[in-house]
Structures are given as structure tokens and as C-alpha cells.
């Protein structure tokens, strides 16, 4: 079974200083996705950015990056400009390509990171 | 921009009472899930559900719960017999095929509350 694992319960930032969250995964496939997932105090999960296993290339959505080590098993969010409204829980989460295409795969959560942001 | 909804936002149930948790997909979407979240803990898949029939389910989703689509919106989750340790979020996603992958979209989720 895939395991995600996120290693800072808590982090803290400076408004506008950039913060990375750390992530790192267990499996044994070689297909895959990988997202990162916000939930504000609303706890809405919001999906702010994910990345294909088979593509070496990083995702980036504006301010959100990620660094995607494929050997290492390790995912982890850079978020530049933090801004007030970033501050949340954030998850990693892994999903499997074993379906080949097909949906039907559940999405496998780490325990979360809780981002502050410093005014 | 459509999203999931689902109702209620929270609901207070005694142990042993059965509940009915809905959720209204977006509307072109071919995939539903439901997933929980213990207070504090991390959001667990329960099941996922495709051409009206479940596709997986993981070791949490049990014969107490089941899955239904009774019409061609709603999606519901049904806990047969609640226990004090089902009290949590409860979130449904649905998901579309996207450049090449499905990207599941969440609701904003029931709180269940079993007393």
C-alpha cells in the first residue's frame, strides 16, 4: 500500500517570504499523480497544484512550485509571495495510475501541514 | 464555476440511527467519491463509484455503509448503524477527465456528529 508522509506538522512564514512544505511518499509503481491539496478553516479541500509521474518537467501554478524528486520519493510545495489567505492545512496527496487512465482510484492523504502566515 | 455541494452541512445523529449524507456532483462528471476526516487526523478514502456501481473501496468502507446514485444528481452515503467513532467530516469529490488524468473536486463536506 502507498504511504504519504509529511514531516512538519506546523510551519511559519513571513507575509511575502517564500516557504516550502515537505513530502515524501512510499510506493511501488511507477504511474502515478501527485497533488497538493489546501483546506482553509472552511475545510473545503481546494486542489492547488498537481504533477504527473512520468513527467520530469515541475508543475507550476503562479505562485505555487513544486520540486518532484522521482527516485528520492519526494514532493514538496514552494509557495513564493505568501500572502494571508494562503494560510491553511495543506496536503499531499498520491494517486495511482494502476487503473491506466480510469478514475476510479481514492486519493492517499498525508496528515497535513499547517501553514501560518505572519502578518 | 460549478462545484460539488452537499447536504447537510452538518448533522447530529444518536449511536445506532442510520443517516443519509448527500452530495450533488458536478453535473458532467463520471466519477464520485466519498472520503472522511476524523477531527485532527488526515482525509481517508471510503469508495469510489462509476456507471452506477462501486469500482473501489477501501478496508474502512464496510457493511455498514453503502453507496447510492438514485437519480441522475444526487449521490448518497448511507451509515446503517452510526457508532460514537463515525463522528467526522464527511467529503464527497467527483471528477472528470482532464489532460490526460481525473482531478477529483471536492465538496466543502457534512459534519457528522454522533452522540
Known amino acids: 500500500a502507498q504511504t504519504v508522509t509529511q514531516s512538519q506538522p506546523e510551519m511559519s512564514v513571513q507575509e511575502a517570504e517564500t516557504v516550502t512544505l515537505s513530502c515524501t511518499y512510499d510506493t511501488s509503481e511507477s504511474d502515478y499523480y501527485l497533488f497538493w491539496y489546501k483546506q482553509p478553516p472552511s475545510r473545503q479541500m481546494i486542489l492547488v497544484i498537481r504533477?504527473?509521474?512520468?513527467?520530469?518537467q515541475n508543475a507550476t501554478e503562479n505562485r505555487f512550485s513544486v520540486n518532484f524528486q522521482k527516485a528520492a520519493k519526494s514532493f514538496s510545495l514552494k509557495i513564493s509571495d505568501s500572502q494571508l489567505g494562503d494560510a491553511a492545512m495543506y496536503f499531499c496527496a498520491y494517486r495511482s495510475d494502476a487503473m491506466r487512465g480510469g478514475g476510479a482510484d481514492g486519493l492517499t492523504f498525508g496528515k497535513g501541514t499547517h501553514l501560518i502566515i505572519q502578518p | 464555476e460549478p462545484e460539488v455541494t452537499q447536504t447537510p452541512s452538518h448533522q447530529v445523529t444518536q449511536m445506532g440511527q442510520e443517516v443519509i449524507l448527500r452530495c450533488v456532483p458536478i453535473s458532467n462528471h463520471l466519477y464520485f467519491y466519498w472520503y472522511r476526516q476524523i477531527l485532527g487526523q488526515k482525509v481517508e478514502f471510503l469508495v469510489s463509484f462509476y456507471n452506477n456501481e462501486i469500482s473501489e473501496k477501501s478496508e474502512i468502507f464496510d457493511d455498514q455503509f453503502s453507496v447510492e446514485r438514485p437519480d441522475g444528481s444526487n449521490f448518497t452515503l448511507k451509515i446503517r448503524s452510526t457508532k460514537l467513532e463515525d463522528s467526522a467530516m464527511y467529503f464527497c469529490?467527483?471528477?472528470?477527465?482532464?489532460?490526460?488524468?481525473?482531478?477529483?473536486?471536492f465538496g466543502p463536506g457534512t459534519r457528522l456528529t454522533v452522540t
Open positions: 469529490a467527483s471528477s472528470i477527465r482532464l489532460a490526460g488524468t481525473y482531478e477529483q473536486y
Open positions: 504533477q504527473e509521474a512520468y513527467k520530469q
